[in-house]
């Protein structure tokens, strides 16, 4: 049985805020997850929950206070882990002066890429994010968007088997993020498993298999969407050909007005609504949270 894309086991990270004081902020408490493989998995959070620094521990970035964490078996400690990881920072950096060619010949060298292959990959990339036209210009005079796709573009230049991508959309146009999520799914669609941040409720929801919801550094709800979007105190039924009088003697005269019961099961509640109530914000808050 092959090891999960993304372990996490109690993982907490602890940072010194006052070296005179010894005063210490708990950035991640005591979180848990797992990512399979092929799977698009969506860590939602307001800023400051925790999402960044749960990422950049993954990725090695940061080393933790406590707990571990596995990429595809191997300790993401470990620099040989890297090595099937592709990542997308929410503001990445790029040398203005070169190309969108040129930056995936650079990129795609540092993963050691060459000669033929490497001129085929950026072909391929270029194409992918809908940037071939576009390849010869220099990213000084790149939109917000066209940076995102390139930066998608090349986190993905070494075919990693694990992508994260840390607000991809964040201050992108509409026509951008839907590019961006087409993207994702043409990923997912490849056999690529995906972390995925973002505040968009709406890309989260359609984009991913299962959400975890992180809030003052820890993990308040997990599941599928189908899970954490069910109100289970609630039933849902769906019948075909009812007639009034039946509606008015309630569902479960159904059988008794010889209708074809459709359906029944719990109705679904929006991620947006699930993520603020489980994060506990009030009107104000959340009024601040979506300007954000």
Not at 239 to 258: N, Q, V
Not at 259 to 282: D, H, I, K, V
């Amino acid at each position: 049985m092959s090891p999960p894309a993304v372990l996490i086991r109690s993982l907490t990270k602890v940072f010194r805020v006052s070296n005179f004081r010894r005063e210490t902020l708990t950035a991640v408490d005591n979180v848990s997850l797992e990512v399979a493989p092929g799977e698009v998995y969506g860590l939602i959070g307001p800023n400051g929950s925790g999402k960044s620094t749960t990422m950049k521990v993954l990725l090695g970035l940061l080393r933790p206070s406590s707990g571990q964490c596995a990429i595809f078996g191997r300790d993401s400690a470990g620099v040989d882990s890297r090595e099937d990881v592709g990542y997308l920072p929410e503001n990445p950096y790029f040398y203005k002066h070169l190309t969108g060619r040129e930056t995936l010949r650079f990129y795609g060298r540092l993963c050691g890429l060459k000669g033929a292959q490497l001129k085929n990959r950026i072909d391929e990339l270029l194409e992918m994010v809908d940037l071939t036209s576009a390849s010869d210009r220099r990213l000084a005079g790149y939109s917000k968007g066209m940076l995102q796709r390139i930066g998608l573009a090349q986190a993905i230049v070494h075919h990693p088997r694990l992508v994260v991508l840390d607000e991809p959309t964040a201050g992108v146009d509409p026509a951008g993020s839907r590019k961006i999520r087409d993207l994702i799914f043409e990923l997912k669609r490849r056999g690529n498993s995906v972390i995925l941040s973002s505040h968009l409720m709406e890309q989260v929801q359609e984009v991913c298999d299962r959400v975890g919801i992180i809030f003052r550094g820890k993990m308040v709800r997990e599941g599928t969407l189908a899970e954490l979007t069910r109100l289970d105190d609630q039933t849902e039924i769906t019948l075909r050909d009812a007639p009034a009088p039946m509606l008015e003697a309630m569902k479960l005269l159904a059988a008794k007005y010889g209708s074809e019961w459709m359906a029944c099961g719990q109705p679904r509640t929006t991620l947006e609504r699930l993520f603020l109530e489980a994060t506990g914000y009030n009107s104000s808050e959340t009024q601040e949270y979506v300007r954000k």
